[in-house]
């Protein structure tokens, strides 16, 4: 009896020993598999943005870019928390493999699961364009560049191709006619190409049956009308003038005066900024000088809207051949039909101008 009393107890400490054996390895399972947990926890569900307070901000993603270049996109304004987190689950669903150019919305709440989904969705936030009173084609490509990935260089040199260009119908020297200035929405990482396409949709649908038609029985054609309106914009601030200006230069084109515009020679000159024209300033030679050449220059010398457009389409049907600046400083001009009459008119605003030391 002594003996299996002995045998018993020597089990039950074995068995004590196991249980202790087995409570540890449980314990340490269960340590493990915490620890495992608040890991993945920590890369994948856990804030990993901190936006200083701001709700939403917009990270931007270049055409072209690696994994590497989205996280300094994060970090150059220190909103990625942890990089190395980001990284691994970034490789983990392929993000890496695949990344997608664009602007997107962040949001201070978010974790790495939340921006890896986002940025690898594509859906993007499109920024809103807004041009107008431009006068050369470098100053709307520097504007574009500002606003869009698209450089102002890319820009720039499809303008100024021939054959790019011509698929339009215009030519380097009118390429400012295809932009209609207004309000736009694009994606961020729009290109070159595909802005000025765009541009060229809105060209084509302001075209109307209804315009062409008025073009047409005016003389004039597409690039005729924008190049006109864009004289005729920088004759006067007085909108309602525009259809009587636009009536004297159709009418000086069809008897072949010179349109003698002094906004074409300030243009031609490069100084936007000549308050008075003199004698000496129409003798520079430039196609764009309508003193020296006859008909309208070559392209436009400032970025025609679609009510300026309107203007010459719809011009008034006058006599006049003359117009100069009232001298009372209205902003208003006097049109005149004969040269003797506009001579005299001509003379009291110029009176005006000494007596103002301009």
């Not at 590497?68 to 493999?97: C, H, P, Q, R």
């Not at 107008?132 to 606003?147: D, F, N």
């Not at 932009?179 to 694009?186: A, C, H, K, M, R």
């Not at 024209?277 to 025609?304: F, W």
Request: hydrophobic share 40%; net charge positive.
């Amino acid at each position: 009896m002594a003996a299996k009393g002995r045998k018993s107890g020597k089990k039950q400490k074995k068995s004590v020993k196991l249980g202790r054996v087995l409570l540890l390895i449980a314990a340490i399972l269960t340590l493990s598999a915490t620890i495992s947990f608040y890991w993945f926890y920590k890369r994948v569900f856990a804030v990993n943005l901190r936006l200083d307070g701001n709700k939403k901000e917009f990270v931007y993603i270049r055409t072209g870019s690696d994994i590497n270049d989205v996280v300094n996109a994060l970090t150059e304004s220190g909103w990625l928390i942890d990089k190395s987190s980001f990284i691994w689950l970034s490789e983990f669903m392929k993000y890496d493999e695949r990344i997608l150019p664009g602007r997107y919305q962040l949001e201070g709440s978010m974790s790495n699961l939340d921006l890896v989904r986002q940025l690898r969705s594509g859906k993007q936030v499109p920024v809103n364009l807004t041009f107008r009173s431009m006068r050369t084609k470098e100053q709307l490509a520097g504007r574009v560049g500002r606003i869009l990935e698209a450089d102002s260089l890319s820009l720039i040199n499809l303008m100024n191709d021939s054959g790019f260009m011509r698929q339009f119908g215009l030519n380097p020297e009118q390429a400012l006619c295809l932009f209609l200035p207004d309000t736009y929405e694009f994606y961020w990482n729009t290109d070159a190409s595909t802005f000025i396409r765009k541009m060229a949709e809105q060209y084509n649908a302001f075209w109307t049956e209804d315009r062409l038609k008025k073009a047409e029985s005016a003389g004039l054609s597409k690039t005729d009308v924008q190049i006109l309106a864009s004289i005729i914009v920088q004759e006067s601030n007085m909108r309602d003038e525009w259809p009587v200006i636009a009536g004297v230069y159709i009418n000086r084109l069809k008897i072949g005066l010179p349109l003698q515009a002094d906004p074409t020679v300030k243009f031609a000159l490069g100084d936007f900024e000549l308050k008075r024209v003199r004698k000496y300033h129409t003798t520079v030679d430039s196609p764009y000088n309508t003193y020296k050449y006859k008909g309208l220059p070559p392209g436009p010398i400032y970025m025609a809207g679609k009510q300026s457009m309107d203007a010459v389409l719809n011009y008034q049907r006058h006599n006049y051949l003359y117009f100069c600046a009232r001298p009372d400083r209205s902003g208003y001009h006097t049109f005149t039909k004969s040269y003797t009459e506009h001579l005299r008119v001509a003379g009291k605003y110029h009176r005006s101008l000494n007596a103002r030391g301009i």
